[in-house]
């Protein structure tokens, strides 16, 4: 099959030490942390209360709108707490989240499981991908239902599986695929199903060898689904990089991948779909790769969501020397861990304790000598030493025009960086902060129109008074004719 | 010789039709006044010092008042001043002021709507001689209310930053010292 | 662990540093300037060595009134790599004066007047060379012939100290035992003589001379193998792009053929342009600067074409025999202009900026395949 190039993109060190070993199960923690929020969209809302016994893979937040997604118990227990708690996010702000305490018995609730998922009408699968609560999980975390019903208004003509995984050190995805195929291509064919579309591409990395053979025995006999092997270059398991890669197609400025008929989803997103709809089971355990130059044992682990980072990496075997950074996610878009007590959500594709020589960070930014290495490594196109430089300024109309939004934040810009500028910050930094000076604006406009109303109403209130009292005027002299008329008669 | 003729001849042509549109175009009045005047909140709500948003634009405008001189427009409205009116003014050092918002504490709240007549974007809610309550997402953080309340029952406060408010800051320039 | 606020993304860096960048392209340079060295002697050295020390001395005064840090930008090579290009492109016995007021025009106002590093519009070497030149236009035009280090004519180091810091003449017979006219000036008198190309070019230029550097000319710009290998190692480790040597030499050697083909009798052949004169010291080391140089590919092409363009024009038709300092100049005055009009297309969008639009072009093409399941 003819893959296209996508410009750019860079080679870090793959470091994927961990691709052999297989998927071993955590021990259940005696403590799950379930925050409301492990997606994009609006936070789940708890159906539970404190001191609720629940069993595993019950229901105990429901989404409440749409873009949303709920929130399963991983394990039987009781509810202990609903409070704030640290977020596995980089500003290391609390989000609710349910405190869950294990009773050891891991008891699965009872759950209907439909006899042949492929009867199902598409609709049915994707409201049943929703209830499960999936979420894509190589990292974004977007409500994975939501997307397959994008197939009813568009023509979906290529579902691409992303078996990139082109972060270093992470292996999960890899191990899954080695391990589980069958379960992959299962879950493929029921997206396939929800979307009514006739052509899946499995797209493994080339330095996944192994992860392809097994998807092409599983699929042999299967004509709609394919396994393609695409170079090994970041960001290859970037969505828009892996369209243009396996079709040649660019997803249009600002619009949805799908408006141009193409579909991505994640391996391990495959792999819970088919959970969900062959066994009924919610997305309540995800497979992590622990590992780093840090850490003594590297591994991959099946790990209930909920649980702390620090029970992977005690589970691991602690640290060999103190790491330069905690990661939870890839080195390259990972988010850095304030600490240990952070949960795994749904997205967390990885564990990583780096030594400092694996980050090789510098302490200081130098002057920009415009080397253009950044331009060089872009894989959009973008020329990040202008766009920070605006970003630095506070320039943000010239940052937009230079492509700001287009960014997708890969870091590649960063990583080439001989003067070790913060690129992804400068443009993080200015996407926040044009956010927040489009919110004020609207908070403005908001205000401009309620003021006007009130001026409005005022007018209005006065107008009525007046017309009432004119009116009462009116009646007070009418009655007052009419007095001195009767007086007139009388006399 | 011609040249001097024809560049004093040129020069006179120029003013006199400068002069001429001048007085032929005059403007009554200050159209910036108004577009200036469309920016602000329109809220009255006198925390500049100025007798409401208008008299304000007019100082904004004759330069008489800072681009920053609006509190609950805040540095977005500074920007979008310094912007209408050419002025150079960097934002970047204004003190992004957290917005603030009005709360009510119910067990002091006696029900007495002044607040609520006072409220330049009608965010209270309320009836006589009931506990009023403030609606957020239309307070203004103005502090109006703040001013009338015979039993002091409002305070303003600072929301707290949740991850959707959480933005990137900008990165630090440590200037990297003699090493 | 730190706590300077949230950490960004991403978590690991290429190992590369400014410093490393300058290095290599020192190093690239090395080989042509130690030919330089030995071509011409002692002066020459001297001259490197006071060129560079000026630069890091200059560099170290700016950054201390500006307020600035002085020992990073120090260590970071930027200063030195400045004052031995420029040394490079000095007559090789020029007087150590020459050498210290181009170091300090260079550094001083070619770059930190701008703010330092990374800032400056143009080429702080190309902006001393051309100030120098006008300036001392004598010091700056007298070449010497070959007297490679420890040959008979050569003077040895205590005289080279002479001629550095106090001046050529009395050592030396004559004025003109040390000058050596360079190819391109020899050819300019020529023809303004009347001379006919055709006769006068073998007194002044041999193919094979030319080639390896034997000849009269600045420090280090003579040998154009040498410096064309250290180029091509630039480009083989990734520091400079393929792109500006290549439009600059290419557009060079297009006019040339082109005008030596309209009439031979006066102009020179490609092969006299390109191995002459700055030209290869500049296509390798002086246009590729990236602060100067536009920051797309297409850019760059843009720019080199211009220099090339603009050198071929100035010694054919211009009142100097080299222009390479002049058109390194012009065009860095261009680049914010390319920048400007010259991007990478936008993944998503067309070459316009708006977004792709799938009605027509490679793209409707490419989806009406997809479609069709291919």
């Known amino acids: ?491 | 010789m011609i040249a001097i003729v024809m560049l004093a001849l040129l020069g006179f042509a120029l003013g006199l039709a400068l002069g001429v549109a001048s007085k032929r175009f005059k403007v009554e009045s200050d159209p910036l006044v108004e577009e200036v005047s469309a920016l602000l909140p329109g809220t009255n709500c006198g925390q500049c010092g100025f007798a409401g948003c208008p008299t304000a634009a007019e100082k904004l405008v004759k330069g008489e008042a800072s681009v920053d001189f609006c509190p609950p427009g805040g540095k977005a409205l500074a920007e979008a001043l310094a912007e209408k009116l050419g002025v150079d003014f960097d934002a970047s050092g204004m003190a992004d002021g957290p917005p603030k918002l009005a709360r009510i504490n119910e067990a002091l709240c006696i029900g007495c709507v002044k607040c609520f007549r006072e409220c330049p974007t009608d965010a209270i809610v309320g009836a006589p001689k009931q506990i009023h309550a403030v609606m957020w997402n239309a307070c203004t953080g103005c502090g109006k209310c703040v001013d009338v309340c015979p039993t002091m029952c409002l305070e303003m406060f600072v929301p707290e930053t949740g991850l959707a408010q959480w933005r990137w800051p900008k990165p630090v320039e440590s200037v990297a010292k003699a090493a | 662990m730190n706590n300077a606020g949230p950490l960004a993304s991403p978590h690991t860096r290429q190992s590369s540093s400014v410093s490393a960048i300058m290095l290599q392209v020192w190093l690239a340079l090395l080989p042509a300037s130690l030919f330089g060295v030995w071509l011409y002697g002692w002066p020459a050295l001297n001259l490197l060595l006071i060129t560079t020390a000026a630069a890091l001395a200059a560099e170290a005064l700016g950054q201390r009134l500006a307020g600035r840090p002085i020992m990073p930008s120090l260590k970071d090579g930027s200063a030195l790599l400045t004052g031995w290009i420029l040394a490079m492109t000095l007559p090789p016995w020029a007087p150590w004066w020459v050498a210290v007021i181009g170091a300090l025009f260079a550094i001083i106002i070619g770059k930190q007047v701008f703010g330092g590093l990374g800032q400056n519009l143009f080429n702080p070497a190309m902006l001393a060379r051309v100030a120098l030149l006008i300036a001392f236009p004598l010091e700056l035009t007298t070449w010497v012939a070959p007297q490679p280090l420890f040959s008979a004519n050569a003077p040895g180091f205590i005289d080279s100290l002479h001629i550095t810091f106090v001046g050529v003449a009395p050592l030396v017979g004559g004025v003109d035992a040390i000058s050596g006219a360079t190819v391109l000036d020899g050819i300019k008198t020529e023809l303004a003589r009347g001379a006919e190309l055709g006769v006068v070019l073998p007194d002044y230029y041999r193919a094979g001379d030319a080639m390896l550097g034997q000849m009269g000319g600045s420090l280090g710009e003579t040998s154009a193998l040498l410096l064309l290998l250290g180029g091509l190692y630039l480009i083989w480790r990734g520091h400079i792009t393929w792109q500006i040597p290549a439009a600059l030499l290419g557009t060079v050697a297009l006019l040339a053929t082109g005008f030596h083909l309209y009439d031979p009798l006066r102009f020179a052949h490609a092969g006299v342009h390109l191995l002459s004169g700055g030209l290869m010291l500049a296509a390798f080391f002086i246009a590729t600067d990236p602060v100067g140089s536009p920051a797309s590919r297409r850019g760059q092409l843009i720019f080199a074409a211009g220099i090339g363009a603009l050198v071929y024009i100035i010694r054919t038709w211009g009142g100097f025999p080299e222009g390479v300092a002049f058109a390194v100049l012009l065009m860095n005055a261009a680049t914010p202009l390319i920048d400007h009009y010259v991007r990478p297309r936008v993944y998503g969008r067309d070459p316009h900026g708006k977004p792709l639009d799938y009605q027509r072009g490679r793209f409707a093409r490419r989806l009406k395949k997809q479609q069709g399941g291919e």
């Open chain 1, 1 to 491: 099959m003819k893959l296209f190039r996508f410009r750019g993109g860079v080679h870090p060190a793959e470091q994927k030490t961990t691709r052999q070993l297989p998927i071993r199960p955590l021990p259940l923690p005696t403590r799950l942390y379930l925050p409301l929020q492990m997606h994009i969209g609006a936070p789940a809302v708890p159906v539970v209360g404190v001191g609720d016994q629940v069993l595993k893979g019950q229901l105990l937040a429901r989404a409440p709108s749409a873009v949303s997604a709920p929130v399963h118990a991983s394990t039987s227990g009781v509810i202990e707490a609903i409070d704030e708690f640290t977020a596995p996010h980089p500003s290391g702000l609390p989000v609710r989240t349910i405190v869950l305490r294990s009773d050891g018995e891991d008891r699965w609730s009872e759950s209907v499981v439909p006899i042949d998922p492929f009867r199902l009408s598409p609709t049915e699968i994707a409201q049943r991908v929703g209830e499960a609560g999936i979420v894509g999980m190589g990292g974004a975390a977007f409500p994975a239902a939501v997307k397959l019903q994008l197939g009813d208004r568009n023509r979906i003509h290529t579902l691409i599986i992303n078996g990139g995984e082109c972060e270093p050190y992470l292996t999960c995805d890899d191990r899954l695929m080695q391990e589980r195929p069958e379960a992959v291509i299962d879950g493929v064919r029921l997206m396939l199903r929800a979307l009514q579309c006739q052509r899946a591409l499995i797209a493994v990395e080339a330095n996944k060898p192994e992860a392809q053979q097994a998807l092409r025995r599983a699929c042999k006999e299967l004509s709609e689904v394919q396994v393609i092997e695409v170079p090994s270059r970041y960001p290859m398991g970037s969505e828009k990089q892996m369209i243009q890669t396996v079709t040649g197609l660019e997803v249009p400025a600002g619009k949805l991948a799908a408006e141009i008929g193409v579909m991505v989803h994640n391996v391990a997103t495959s792999y819970a779909v088919y959970q969900a709809l062959r066994h009924g089971r919610p997305l309540i355990s995800r497979i992590v790769t622990v590992s780093g130059g840090a850490l003594r044992e590297p591994t991959n682990l099946e790990v209930p969501l909920g649980t702390l980072v620090e029970e992977l990496i005690k589970h691991c075997g602690g640290f060999k020397e103190t790491p330069a950074r905690q990661l939870l996610g890839g080195p390259m878009m990972g988010t850095a861990l304030p600490h240990q007590q952070v949960p795994i959500v749904k997205g967390s594709n990885g564990v990583l304790a780096l030594s400092a020589a694996e980050t090789g960070l510098a302490p200081h930014a130098q002057p920009c000598i415009r080397c253009g290495r950044c331009a060089q490594a872009c894989p959009i196109g973008l020329l990040p030493m202008e766009l920070a430089s605006r970003a630095r300024h506070g320039k943000l109309d010239a940052a937009l025009d230079l492509g700001l939004l287009d960014c997708i934040g890969c870091g590649s810009c960063s990583y080439t960086c001989p003067a070790a500028i913060p690129l992804t910050q400068y443009f993080n930094f200015a996407k926040g902060e044009l956010a927040r000076q489009r919110e004020e604006q609207q908070k403005g406009e908001r205000t401009r129109a309620l003021a006007q109303a009130r001026q409005l109403r005022l007018e209005r209130e006065a107008e009525a008074k007046r017309l009432a009292a004119a009116k009462r005027k009116a009646e007070r002299e009418a009655k007052k004719r009419a007095e001195a008329a009767a007086q007139q008669e009388k006399v």
